[in-house]
């Protein structure tokens, strides 16, 4: 299975200010259709999860754009430009490159 | 507006049985892949299984196998989960969530039915 591995697993951010999150795979998650099934996904306290970004840098509907992705291979970043009070919550990435899907551990965001 | 809404969550034993349901409306249901994704209590998201638009196929995390079936009726918009020998460790709430095939992701998600599995 791909292991994937999130760095921070907790963020304090002052509100206003950015913050970042590391993904790391275990292995490549190029597809052998040349694509990168790399997603992130946010989720709020006592609420179930909500898609964010798919195949690495694309926000998905409704996503404000201080949310964005980047990253290639087995290297992934989120980045928030400016955390506002809504961002709160848990933040993972997710590999469906490969069977069977997978999840990081989880970033929780939290305001300073 | 899609909707996804879990039912048949509850309190089993060890070894026992339980069928998750869910429905979901707001989309042409039949069109999409279907998945299921467990969340343990304060721990994180672990895929389960997910079940092609026909329901010709199916796909299923290695810790189920065997013990849970992914089904659904596209006639009453609804997609199940039959768990069986139930353990401890499938002590989760259980989201039904929309595959989104062209991006590989779950693109909306249910609010979640708690399973607790305990003597």
């Known amino acids: 299975d791909i292991v994937m591995t999130q760095t921070p697993l907790s963020s304090p951010v002052t509100l206003g200010q950015p913050a970042s999150i590391s993904c790391r795979s275990s292995?490549?998650?190029?597809?052998?259709?040349?694509?990168?099934?790399l997603s992130w996904v946010q989720q709020r306290p006592g609420q179930p999860p909500r898609l964010l970004i798919y195949k690495i840098s694309n926000r998905f509907s409704g996503v404000p754009d201080r949310f964005s992705g980047s990253g290639a291979g087995t290297d992934f970043t989120l980045k928030i430009s400016r955390v506002e009070a809504e961002d709160v919550g848990v933040y993972y990435c997710m590999q469906a490159t490969q069977f069977p899907w997978t999840f990081g551990q989880g970033t929780k965001v939290e305001i300073k | 507006e899609v909707r996804l809404v879990e039912s048949g969550g509850g309190l089993v034993q060890p070894g026992g049985s339980l069928r998750l349901s869910c429905a979901a409306s707001?989309?042409?249901?039949?069109?999409?892949?279907m998945s299921w994704v467990r969340q343990a209590p304060g721990k994180g998201l672990e895929w389960v299984a997910n079940i092609r638009a026909d329901g010709g196929q199916t796909y299923y995390v290695d810790s189920v196998k065997g013990r849970f079936t992914i089904s659904r009726d596209n006639a009453k918009n609804s997609l199940y989960l039959q768990m069986n020998s139930l353990r401890a460790e499938d002590t989760a709430v259980y989201y039904c969530a929309r595959d989104w095939r062209a991006a590989m992701v779950f693109s909306y998600w249910g609010q979640g039915t708690l399973v607790t599995v305990s003597s």
């Open positions: 292995q490549s998650l190029v597809h052998s259709d040349g694509n990168t099934y």
């Open positions: 707001g989309f042409t249901f039949s069109e999409f892949w």
